[in-house]
């Protein structure tokens, strides 16, 4: 029996997890062994391309991931492949096809068997089913064409013990090189939010620590750059996400482990421990989606936002963990103005990267269940994404969107740090103003239409500021010189913000100082001047570009001392 296991991921970086689930768990539990080929595609790949990898390898059986970014694609392949395969068995699986899978097998003949729900088990039965032409009726949390007819089988219950179902990962982490690594802990989640799928799942269930604890060191041995996990809630329970963070931090190595938390039921103990990381050994990523009260009440978030403030405070001041708050527009009760003040409210807890996105209207989920209540309109292909509400139009979503777009440039880029903390002020502190302004003045000046280098990127918000009288455009210059220097050693500058006086001179006659070297950069003892102009760099400003004093302040950045804002800097 020849399976080809697949998924079109969105991008190159990403890897599929729930395929790997079904190839070990097929593998280890099949008396036949039947040969598995695991391959991966992005949604940016040319349909003829993957259509002829899969056929050449001439599957019998081939099963594709179903996820909202990626079921017009994956549809769109298989009605080609049951052209030039028609005696290979199509399957599908996933969240996208698990809620309405007798319409999805209606709407698309070329589909012939569809695994929802939890899938390993339903899998397995399934192809020992088809090799050796048993009855389909008894195999739960499938749906089958019998005769004319879609036949749905009751649904699977789920795991009770996931440490039967076998690590989706081989020893040698074949086909995973450069990429991103998704792995978990835990399934379900504590919390019933309605705009998410784990809500329809109740309870949390848990792979053992010592297994968790192996293959943990199986990524970190290897190298892997990033492990994502997709626990819901990674510290659902507090004890154990404080024993899995020990051993990280016990093990050591460079690999960065991203968790998804919920900081109001994180404790002193959980944020010493994150307090005590190396830099960027873990990184964290905490939704909000909403500060406003009935928002958060219709959709059943329970949180308490002074406590994740405070949360958020803490474990962000060592400067060693990289944390992302999530904000979703689109919520019931969640007009324009007052996504405004969740975006401030938010924005002010000075997270490295604020995460907007739009509500989606998930298959299954409760605020699907509820768009008549809200009037919600939203697309009717993949992703579900609202256009419009009783409370927010679609002018202002498109708004939003372009807000967003500036968001990701010059906030979450972290390379305009300083330049908009500099703007903030200009702006009665809100963040959201001044992006909003700025979107105008894209919009109006039709940059959202094309690409722009890092380099214009600079130049465009200049122009922009310049025209703004209540600035000082002079000071704002020498910050955005500073945010420029910051990320990489300049070879040649925007040409907003080009240097009077080069600080090459400068910077020769400082490192003749052996007494320079001991109090700013005392790890380079030995090394020689040209090896050090190499990894520092001085600048002249006429404007000290921190506190805006009219004072000719030099500036040595040190570009093997990195941090999360940037390089290290000193004022001389």
């Known amino acids: 029996m020849n399976i080809f296991l697949t998924c079109l991921n969105a991008k190159f970086i990403h890897s599929n997890l729930a395929i790997r689930y079904l190839s070990s768990y097929i593998s280890y539990y099949s008396d036949y062994r039947p040969k598995i080929k695991i391959r991966e595609f992005t949604i940016n790949d040319q349909i003829e391309y993957i259509l002829s990898s899969i056929y050449l390898e001439k599957p019998q059986i081939i099963g594709l991931s179903c996820y909202i970014w990626n079921i017009e694609e994956t549809l769109m392949l298989t009605r080609s492949l049951k052209k030039v395969l028609p005696d290979s068995k199509i399957i599908l699986g996933g969240p996208e096809v698990s809620y309405d899978g ?27 089913a088809l090799d050796k032409e048993k009855d389909l009726s008894k195999i739960s949390g499938l749906i089958y064409r019998k005769n004319r007819d879609i036949v749905q ?28 690594i998704y792995y978990e802990t835990s399934r379900g989640c504590p919390f019933n939010c309605k705009y998410c799928l784990s809500s329809t799942i109740k309870g949390v269930r848990f792979f053992s620590l010592d297994r968790v604890f192996k293959e943990i060191d199986l990524f970190i041995d290897k190298g892997v750059n990033q492990v994502k996990l997709v626990d819901r809630t990674f510290n659902c329970n507090l004890e154990r996400a404080k024993d899995i963070i020990r051993h990280i931090l016990s093990r050591g190595g460079k690999t960065n482990f991203h968790f998804e938390i919920a900081a109001h039921i994180i404790d002193d103990e959980i944020i010493d421990l994150l ?74 807890m000075g997270a490295d990267n604020l995460q907007l996105g739009f509500l989606k209207l998930l298959k299954g989920s ?106 000082p ?28 006086e080069m600080g090459n001179r400068f910077l020769s006659e400082f490192l003749d100082s052996e007494e320079n070297i001991n109090k700013y950069l005392p790890e380079y003892k ?28 030099i500036v040595l950045f040190d570009y093997k001392a990195k941090s999360l804002d940037g390089t290290q800097f000193f004022k001389l």
Not at 325 to 333: S, T
């Open 366 to 471: 409760g605020l699907r269940l509820e768009e008549e209540k809200h009037g919600y309109i939203y697309t009717d292909y993949s992703p579900y994404e609202v256009l419009k509400n009783d409370y927010i139009d679609y002018g202002e979503i498109v708004k939003l969107k372009d807000i967003e777009d500036l968001l990701g440039k010059y906030s979450n880029s972290n390379r305009f740090v300083h330049s908009i903390r500099f703007l903030l002020p200009y702006f009665g502190k809100s963040a959201f103003l001044l992006l909003e302004d700025f979107a105008a003045f894209w919009r109006e000046k039709g940059l959202f239409d094309v690409s722009h280098s890092l380099t214009t990127l600079f130049e465009i918000i200049f122009e922009y500021v310049k025209n703004i009288d209540r600035i």
């Open 473 to 500: 455009i002079d000071v704002f210059k020498e910050v955005l010189r500073l945010d420029y220097c910051l990320w990489q050693k300049p070879s040649r500058y925007p040409k907003c913000i080009e240097p009077k």
């Open 275 to 348: 307090n005590s990381a190396p830099l960027d050994l873990f990184q964290l990523e905490i939704g909000i989606q909403s500060t406003n009260e009935a928002t958060l009440h219709a959709v059943d978030r329970k949180t308490n936002l002074e406590t994740i403030a405070n949360v958020v405070k803490r474990v962000r001041e060592p400067r060693n963990v990289h944390i992302h708050l999530d904000l979703i527009a689109g919520l019931p009760y969640e007009g324009y103005e007052s996504f405004r003040k969740s975006f401030d409210d938010v924005y002010k």
């Open 153 to 180: 089988n009751g649904p699977r219950e789920l795991i009770k013990d996931l440490d039967t179902s076998p690590c989706p990962y081989d020893d040698e982490l074949s086909g995973l090189e450069n990429k991103v």
């Open 526 to 553: 030995g090394y020689t001047k040209r090896q050090l102009t190499r990894a520092v760099h001085t600048e002249v400003f006429k404007h000290d570009p921190i506190s805006g004093e009219i004072k000719r302040t």
């Open 102 to 128: 007798e319409a999805v097998m209606k709407e698309n003949p070329q589909i012939d068997y569809i695994v929802y729900g939890e899938g390993e088990v339903t899998f397995l039965k399934l192809v020992e």
